[in-house]
């Protein structure tokens, strides 16, 4: 009973962020992606994307997110709430197998290993918005999980269920493919180095291959048809680039230490990163047990799956993953920072605190950091919806708006959903209508200047966006 108390006091925090990542996905506004995923594809059928190249003209369709989110608004309607379901779901399977790994992993340091594994801004933005993003950290956790089982009992349904959380992770997010050789290489080779030969099994590879022939069976039309328009080559130059971006996104742009802040924290990531791998190899030389084969196949994993990038970049011509594709780093950098804490605090009374200190940490910065209207990807729809509805709600008389052409999206998504009938929108155009004059224009602050005298300014926000209203009746 008292293991259970302790457990239930270990786990409600966890179950309090859930639901303050329930509350950002009912209340925010939708952004330009999410519109952009609805207004293409929530009347299309998901499957006939797997096999007519001719419907690819994008990679915004985040294939499974897109098939979850069309049964959730049958069953609930149109809402942000509804079209962001699948995503809050993943964030339960994301922290729970989360913690069944720290549980079993690194028992004495469920706080600290919680917390650098779910405690991001940045991540958590994802699993309150209606991508790909976080249905694919959900996944890749669940696999993860079920790696570790099947080096704990050698269950064929072990390997089934973590095989098919791979294929699940890459059909949310097709950068997630590469997950799947990274993991099936790190997890046989940590197999080959535990067991003799005789040891074994044939369904060890067998399942792995048959689950790789079948998802690349499966994205090989919709990654040829992206790869066809260049879509693959939407990244940076270099794998620095893709860890710089990342740390400066999980910061949400604080700059703690100045100017120096990415580059502090990246070189204590790398080398608590190198320290955490280094100790797993060490650990499994040792021991050989279920936990010691999973540390070292965490190591293993993060190393091919920067290989990965490298080998697509070199082979292929591809970019590497930034901002928000990059954010399947993420749950291999947390194992293996916990790692390298846990054997960190074993080494003397004063290294015992440092894990409580990170999580402290960790806790205060996204307490900081996490806005509950916004998110740092899409900030600047924050106030859109609010945009839209007041003036939508001002009159039933027909209405113009012109538009900045990232608004546009979400508010032709407000208008469809909610039946604005009255509210005509100005056509979608990239470039900016400096002649035309609507009742309303919603645009950047630093475009007011460029726009006809004719407007005054209804309001500005901190994000720098502005609502103008025409003065002539």
Same mark, same amino acid.
């Given at each position: 009973?008292?293991? #259970?108390?302790?457990?239930?006091?270990?786990?409600?925090?966890?179950?309090?962020?859930?639901?303050?990542?329930?509350?950002?996905?009912?209340?925010?506004?939708?952004?330009?992606?999410?519109?952009?995923?609805?207004?293409?594809?929530?009347?299309?059928?998901?499957?006939? /994307?797997?096999?007519? %190249?001719?419907?690819?003209?994008?990679?915004?369709?985040?294939?499974?997110?897109? +098939?979850?989110?069309?049964?959730?608004?049958?069953? *609930?309607?149109?809402?942000?709430?509804?079209?962001?379901?699948?995503?809050?779901?993943?964030?339960?399977? /994301?922290?729970?197998?989360?913690?069944?790994?720290?549980?079993?992993?690194?028992?004495?340091?469920?706080?600290?290993?919680?917390?650098?594994?779910?405690?991001?801004?940045?991540?958590?933005?994802?699993?309150?918005?209606?991508?790909?993003?976080? $249905?694919?950290?959900?996944?890749?956790?669940?696999?993860?999980?079920?790696?570790?089982?099947?080096?704990?009992?050698?269950?064929?349904?072990?390997?089934?269920?973590?095989?098919?959380?791979?294929?699940?992770?890459?059909?949310?997010?097709?950068?997630?493919?590469?997950?799947? %050789?990274?993991?099936?290489?790190?997890?046989?080779?940590?197999?080959?180095?535990?067991?003799?030969?005789?040891?074994?099994?044939?369904?060890?590879?067998?399942?792995?291959?048959?689950?790789?022939?079948?998802?690349?069976?499966?994205?090989? #039309?919709?990654?040829?048809?992206?790869?066809?328009?260049?879509?693959?080559?939407?990244?940076?130059?270099?794998?620095?680039?893709? +860890?710089?971006?990342?740390?400066?996104?999980?910061?949400?742009?604080?700059?703690?230490?100045?100017?120096?802040?990415?580059?502090?924290?990246?070189?204590?990531?790398?080398?608590?990163?190198?320290?955490?791998?280094?100790?797993? #190899?060490?650990?499994?030389?040792?021991?050989?047990?279920?936990?010691?084969?999973?540390?070292?196949?965490?190591?293993?994993?993060?190393?091919?799956?920067?290989?990965? +990038?490298?080998?697509?970049?070199?082979?292929?011509?591809?970019?590497?993953?930034?901002?928000?594709?990059?954010?399947?780093?993420?749950?291999?950098?947390?194992?293996?920072?916990?790692?390298?804490?846990?054997?960190?605090?074993?080494?003397?009374?004063?290294?015992?605190?440092?894990?409580?200190?990170?999580?402290? $940490?960790?806790?205060?910065?996204?307490? /900081?950091?996490?806005?509950?209207?916004?998110?740092?990807?899409?900030?600047?729809?924050?106030?859109?919806?609010? *945009?839209?509805?007041?003036?939508?709600?001002?009159?039933?008389?027909?209405?113009?708006?012109?538009?900045?052409?990232?608004?546009?999206?979400?508010?032709? +998504?407000?208008?469809?959903?909610?039946?604005?009938?009255?509210?005509?929108?100005?056509?979608?155009?990239?470039?900016?209508?400096?002649?035309?004059? /609507?009742?309303?224009?919603?645009?950047?602050?630093?475009?007011?200047?460029?726009?006809?005298?004719?407007?005054?300014?209804?309001?500005?926000?901190?994000?720098?966006?502005?609502?103008?209203?025409?003065?002539?009746?």
């Amino acid at each position: 009973m008292d293991r #259970i108390k302790r457990d239930g006091l270990y786990v409600l925090p966890w179950l309090l962020l859930w639901i303050i990542v329930a509350f950002r996905a009912t209340t925010m506004s939708f952004t330009h992606d999410e519109s952009g995923t609805y207004l293409f594809f929530h009347d299309k059928h998901v499957l006939a /994307y797997l096999f007519d %190249p001719a419907l690819w003209t994008s990679a915004n369709n985040h294939v499974l997110n897109t +098939f979850l989110y069309q049964i959730s608004i049958k069953l *609930f309607g149109v809402s942000e709430w509804s079209l962001r379901l699948p995503n809050v779901l993943a964030f339960g399977l /994301y922290i729970s197998c989360a913690w069944h790994l720290v549980k079993k992993t690194a028992p004495r340091m469920i706080l600290p290993g919680m917390a650098l594994i779910c405690l991001n801004p940045y991540l958590l933005d994802f699993f309150s918005l209606c991508r790909g993003y976080g $249905l694919g950290l959900g996944f890749q956790v669940f696999s993860l999980y079920f790696f570790y089982k099947y080096l704990a009992r050698s269950s064929n349904k072990d390997l089934v269920l973590a095989m098919l959380g791979l294929a699940l992770s890459a059909f949310s997010v097709f950068t997630n493919l590469m997950l799947i %050789p990274a993991f099936v290489g790190s997890f046989w080779l940590t197999k080959i180095l535990a067991r003799t030969k005789k040891q074994m099994h044939i369904q060890l590879f067998v399942i792995p291959v048959l689950f790789m022939l079948g998802t690349a069976a499966l994205a090989y #039309i919709p990654i040829s048809a992206l790869s066809g328009i260049a879509e693959f080559r939407y990244g940076v130059p270099s794998i620095q680039d893709t +860890f710089t971006i990342l740390i400066r996104d999980s910061l949400m742009g604080r700059q703690y230490l100045g100017q120096s802040t990415i580059m502090v924290t990246g070189a204590i990531l790398f080398i608590f990163i190198v320290l955490g791998a280094g100790t797993s #190899i060490n650990n499994f030389i040792k021991h050989r047990d279920t936990a010691a084969q999973f540390k070292l196949f965490a190591a293993l994993a993060i190393v091919a799956l920067i290989c990965g +990038f490298v080998a697509s970049h070199t082979l292929l011509g591809t970019d590497f993953p930034h901002n928000r594709k990059s954010t399947l780093f993420i749950p291999l950098i947390g194992l293996n920072l916990l790692f390298a804490l846990d054997w960190l605090s074993q080494q003397s009374r004063f290294a015992q605190r440092v894990p409580t200190i990170v999580a402290v $940490l960790l806790i205060l910065h996204t307490v /900081y950091s996490l806005d509950l209207r916004s998110t740092r990807q899409w900030w600047y729809d924050t106030n859109t919806k609010e *945009f839209i509805t007041g003036i939508a709600e001002s009159g039933s008389e027909p209405v113009s708006v012109g538009t900045s052409w990232l608004f546009h999206p979400t508010l032709t +998504f407000y208008v469809d959903t909610r039946g604005y009938d009255h509210v005509r929108l100005a056509p979608y155009n990239k470039t900016l209508d400096t002649v035309s004059v /609507y009742d309303y224009f919603l645009c950047f602050s630093n475009d007011i200047e460029k726009l006809p005298e004719d407007y005054t300014v209804v309001s500005k926000t901190k994000q720098g966006t502005a609502l103008l209203k025409s003065k002539i009746d």
